[in-house]
């Protein structure tokens, strides 16, 4: 295993959740697996002494004590238990699991909830719900392979949308360069700026630039994701960054021939420019961030070259 993919589980803080010093729930053996459908699957057995047959355990599959998703099991009179579930919400590829079982008295019922009410032994009321984490049961899902390429498709969607996003903002920077200092450029009629042309031009870049913002976004909602948000929001910040690089050239490119830009010139529609910084992000400024992202991801690649 890659330290990629390095993982740990987190304890809950005692605020999120309480933990009886008695061990309600044992987990004896935590398999993952994958049914014949490709679905994963997860088969825990353990025992619960202390259980009244019948009482009703949530068994929480949970990422940094987040609980993902929450499938149930019945104790019976044996005292053990042998269950498998089918994973959906919690299924990303080497991402670090682990486990929590609940016991809620507002799942309780007949018997089973009488018998918990009278044992405040086993079930003190201040300590509800009763709650056993089972770090040493913590997993991920995949072979040795899989978490490989879920590494390799994960830093291909960065580095992709970095160099897309850097090709653009050269695009942009270069052709405002050569109709700035050179005269030259489609948009260039008789020496002077036919804006129209040059809104035309532009609009190709901003179009990619909208949708690699998009994409962006889009991907704060994926599963896949949500190890690495803060190099989401880097990579946010760099395409804020750009697109604002971007209106700057132009307005700099409507000023050189004393072109006043329209509203929509300074702010193009459904584009994101807003940026953390004050002053037009430089390029060692975008550069940072994909150090930044470099070190989260726990990858290698060519800085950005800084920009003018």
Avoid at 193 to 219: H, S, T, Y
Wanted: hydrophobic share 45%; with cysteine.
């Amino acid at each position: 295993m890659t330290a990629f993919f390095a993982w740990c589980v987190f304890a809950p803080s005692l605020a999120a959740q309480q933990e009886s010093s008695i061990r309600l729930v044992t987990i004896t053996s935590a398999r993952p697996s994958k049914g014949v459908d490709g679905s994963w699957l997860l088969r825990v057995a353990g025992e619960c002494p202390l259980l009244p047959a019948g009482t009703v355990v949530d068994l929480e599959v949970t990422w940094h004590s987040a609980a993902l998703e929450t499938f149930q099991f019945t104790s019976g009179a044996n005292e053990r238990f042998d269950e498998e579930f089918k994973l959906a919400k919690s299924v990303v590829v080497g991402e670090p699991l682990g486990l929590r079982t609940v016991v809620r008295l507002e799942n309780q019922k007949g018997a089973a909830k009488e018998a918990i009410l009278k044992d405040a032994t086993n079930f003190p009321a201040a300590r509800g719900p009763w709650t056993d984490h089972h770090f040493q049961h913590a997993f991920q899902l995949g072979t040795e392979e899989e978490i490989a390429l879920a590494q390799k498709q994960l830093v291909e969607f960065f580095q992709s949308r970095y160099l897309l996003l850097l090709e653009i903002d050269d695009a942009v920077a270069s052709k405002a360069k050569a109709a700035i200092d050179e005269r030259k450029g489609d948009f260039i009629r008789d020496g002077k700026l036919d804006a129209a042309a040059w809104r035309v031009a532009l609009e190709k870049d901003l179009a990619r630039l909208r949708g690699a913002q998009k994409e962006i976004a889009a991907a704060f909602e994926k599963a896949t994701f949500r190890s690495h948000r803060q190099a989401l929001m880097n990579l946010q910040e760099i395409s804020s960054g750009v697109a604002r690089r971007v209106v700057e050239k132009s307005k700099e490119l409507f000023a050189a021939y004393g072109v006043e830009p329209a509203a929509e010139d300074r702010e193009p529609a459904d584009l994101d420019i807003a940026t953390r910084v004050r002053a037009v992000p430089k390029g060692s400024y975008l550069n940072s961030k994909w150090k930044e992202i470099e070190e989260d991801l726990g990858i290698a690649a060519k800085p950005r070259e800084e920009s003018k």
